[in-house]
């Protein structure tokens, strides 16, 4: 009992004093100078939405998106004086258990005409459902569970491909290029991280030789490392998010598994510098990662440059995906598409050149062009490997 | 979840070798002596006020923050090793125990000190305990926005960015192979920590069993009225242990982070509950109850994770607790600091 009073007090709390801060800086920083409009081309007060985490473990991934976003609508409201589009953030956290208030609160401020987002697969799962029955419509930058696409909401959309494309790709640079043959394959228990984990598995056949799942929030993974090396195996794949991933690599490393000897290799989740600060430089030099994004520094036109001018950091994991979702319901509000029912239908006949690859949907909301690339940490940066083909 | 495929007690590979027995052994100790010495504060505190401390997981958890920051002020590297990593190492156990002493103070002085004087029911105390834990939590949380409200965010940038993120502990002692027996490893790191743990836990069972002021501990423990008639003065004991309680978890904070290498805001959050269960299955209240609860917890958490998949590690250690509490409701070794002479 003690406990549980424990256990529901704090996360309660917390969770109403986040999500009351995550309002407060989002509200005074991306206000745009009201005033400015002058024509009639659209209504006054629209915005869009940005959903996922902007505070709490997970964090860095959603910063990276909402960057991307602010990027666009800051962009669409320099050149258009006449159609001002402000930007509303729903900081989740990136818990699946914040995302029906939030969602919710969305749906009723009928100013929100389109949202980018949510970011991660288990808030999807709950956030989708509502936009969906409202019709509000959401492209996702960065959630990649396939199963998302399955459940007939009208309005998903995302601008990458799914863990379906990640999964195959990641066991094929594991067993091809890497060369490894004895996998221990291990799983956060999330919606993303599981789910991707179960694809791989089953992608590597033979080649996987144990599974072990691991808690959100756990820090000692020393049974976890104990069972790699009994196992004899030659690599490890962690599906799930930078946090965990960090600290099972240093402990592994740590532990005296070099890095010549059990390759470390994980997803999209994991791939950012969060992930170098936990593992430390040391352990994480050589961690591999797959993702469904494109290296920032691939991106089209004067993304990148605008992108570093703007936020004083390199466009990072999802930036130029959050940068693409945006404009294009941007794209539809200057087009004159200024209700959700408009712009969604302007959503899903959409065909142009985004800074990523060409943005078309199909009658999923599914990408129509993929592409998945291994990164790599060297000198505790994390570069560009190569390009995955697709198998 | 059905339908799935976690790792269960039926797949093949459930001979689990005598190396790998060995390893779990070994790393499950060096977790349990850290939750042992966490325990402490909680099981001190019991012994004299009868009162859970739920705020201690915030006193480790500043220890921590402290040793972070003592190795960006020497501004110390990863693994450089010799005297200097050595003196590095005891700075920052210093700081992280004067801090976590400190907070422990001051828990006791603004949360607690008042109800006491008052007689307020213990519930209250347990709120204000719940309320300052909240606090202490947050404002380590959100320690970005308050250096800029004091205009000190471009001094303080390394110490205060990221707020919410983990934050890395630079460990200037290089991690050796001591010994490596047909798959068995002992690391230096881990023997460092194992041992540094159980000599502070003797050198403080010590204290409370022979010093004039630990007499004092342990007689306000058996009889409060009595002792404060002999002249022993109440609030220095109580002041006395919770500064000891936070001293041992400033000591825990910095083994903890030689042995994970980071720490967050929030980390006591977790830990304190497990440092918790390891003093009520010791048997809160007792000394040498809180390190056999940590080893035993360690050890537990371990093979759990071994047998049922690391996910049900957490099921099997609370089985364990509630089982030990159906047969020995007191815990392993009873509850009492003074009768088991601490």
Same mark, same amino acid.
């Given at each position: 009992m003690r406990s549980i009073v424990k256990l529901a007090t704090p996360v309660a709390a917390a969770a109403l004093l986040l999500t009351a801060c995550g309002g407060t800086t989002g509200g005074s920083t991306e206000e745009p100078s009201a005033g400015a409009s002058s024509g009639s081309s659209c209504p006054e007060g629209l915005s869009i939405g940005f959903f996922g985490a902007l505070t709490g473990p997970d964090a860095n991934l959603g910063v990276n998106i909402r960057n991307g976003v602010d990027l666009a609508v800051t962009q669409h409201n320099a050149q258009d004086g006449a159609c001002q589009v402000a930007l509303e953030e729903y900081d989740s956290q990136g818990l699946p258990d914040q995302a029906t208030g939030l969602a919710t609160q969305a749906v009723r401020d009928?100013?929100?005409?389109?949202?980018?987002?949510?970011?991660f697969s288990g808030e999807s799962r709950v956030a989708d459902p509502i936009f969906a029955e409202a019709g509000l419509v959401g492209i996702t930058p960065s959630a990649t569970n396939p199963s998302l696409a399955e459940q007939g909401w009208e309005t998903f959309f995302r601008v990458l491909g799914n863990d379906a494309t990640q999964g195959p790709a990641a066991a094929s640079y594991i067993t091809?290029?890497?060369?490894? @043959?004895k996998v221990y394959v291990v799983d956060d228990a999330s919606e993303y991280g599981k789910g991707l984990a179960d694809l791989v598995r089953a992608d590597l056949g033979a080649a996987k030789v144990k599974d072990n799942t691991v808690q959100?929030? @756990?820090?000692?993974?020393s049974a976890v490392v104990a069972d790699i090396r009994a196992t004899g195996a030659d690599a490890v794949f962690f599906g799930g998010y930078y946090a965990e991933a960090g600290l099972l690599a240093k402990q592994m490393r740590d532990a005296g598994l070099t890095s010549e000897q059990v390759a470390f290799v994980s997803d999209d989740g994991a791939k950012d510098n969060g992930f170098v600060t936990a593992a430390g430089q040391a352990a994480a030099e050589g961690t591999v990662f797959t993702c469904p994004c494109l290296p920032p520094d691939q991106a089209e036109g004067t993304f990148v440059q605008d992108y570093t001018d703007a936020y004083g950091t390199a466009p990072a994991t999802y930036s130029a995906e959050g940068f693409d979702a945006a404009n294009i319901l941007l794209d539809g509000i200057a087009d004159g598409s200024t209700t959700r029912e408009d712009l969604l239908e302007f959503v899903k006949g959409y065909d142009e050149a985004g800074v990523t690859k060409q943005l078309t949907f199909d009658d999923k909301g599914e990408p129509s062009e993929i592409s998945v690339w291994a990164y790599k940490v060297e000198g505790g940066q994390i570069v560009a490997d190569q390009e995955i083909p697709a198998s | 979840m059905p339908g799935t495929s976690p790792p269960s007690p039926l797949e093949p590979n459930r001979v689990v070798p005598l190396s790998t027995f060995l390893n779990l052994t070994f790393t499950g100790l060096v977790v349990g002596a850290i939750y042992g010495l966490f325990a402490l504060g909680y099981t001190l505190v019991y012994g004299v006020l009868r009162l859970i401390n739920f705020a201690h997981s915030e006193v480790f958890m500043w220890g921590s923050f402290a040793a972070v920051w003592m190795m960006t002020l020497l501004n110390a590297r990863a693994g450089?090793?010799?005297p200097a990593a050595v003196l590095y190492l005891l700075l920052a156990l210093l700081a992280a125990m004067a801090v976590s002493g400190a907070v422990a103070l001051l828990v006791e002085r603004v949360a607690y000190r008042r109800l006491r004087e008052k007689k307020s029911p213990p519930l209250v105390a347990l709120i204000s305990a719940i309320g300052a834990s909240f606090m202490l939590s947050e404002i380590m949380g959100l320690r970005d926005r308050i250096a800029g409200w004091l205009n000190l965010d471009g001094v303080l940038g390394d110490y205060v960015r990221p707020a919410r993120e983990n934050t890395q502990f630079v460990n200037p002692l290089p991690n050796a192979t001591l010994l490596d027996v047909g798959g068995f490893q002992v690391r230096s790191t881990q023997l460092i920590v194992l041992v540094a743990a159980l000599a502070m836990m003797i050198a403080l069972e010590q204290f409370v069993r022979r010093s004039r002021l630990g007499r004092g501990v342990r007689a306000v423990s058996q009889d409060a009225e009595a002792a404060a008639l002999m002249g022993v003065d109440q609030k220095r004991v109580v002041q006395l242990t919770f500064l000891l309680g936070g001293l041992m978890a400033g000591a825990a904070a910095l083994l903890y982070l030689m042995h994970i290498g980071v720490t967050r805001?929030?980390?006591?959050?977790i830990l304190g509950i497990k440092a918790f269960t390891a003093a009520v299955l010791g048997g809160i209240g007792n000394i040498r109850g809180a390190l056999l609860g940590g080893l035993v917890l360690g050890l537990a958490e371990n093979y759990g994770s071994q047998l049922f998949g690391s996910a049900w590690k957490d099921v099997v250690s609370f089985l364990l607790l509630v089982v030990v509490l159906l047969f020995r409701p007191t815990g392993l070794l009873g509850e009492s600091l003074g009768k088991a002479r601490a």
């Open positions: 009928e100013n929100v005409l389109g949202v980018v987002g949510p970011a091809g290029t890497l060369g490894k @043959q959100k929030g @756990q820090t000692d993974f | 450089s090793g010799g805001y929030n980390v006591g959050f």
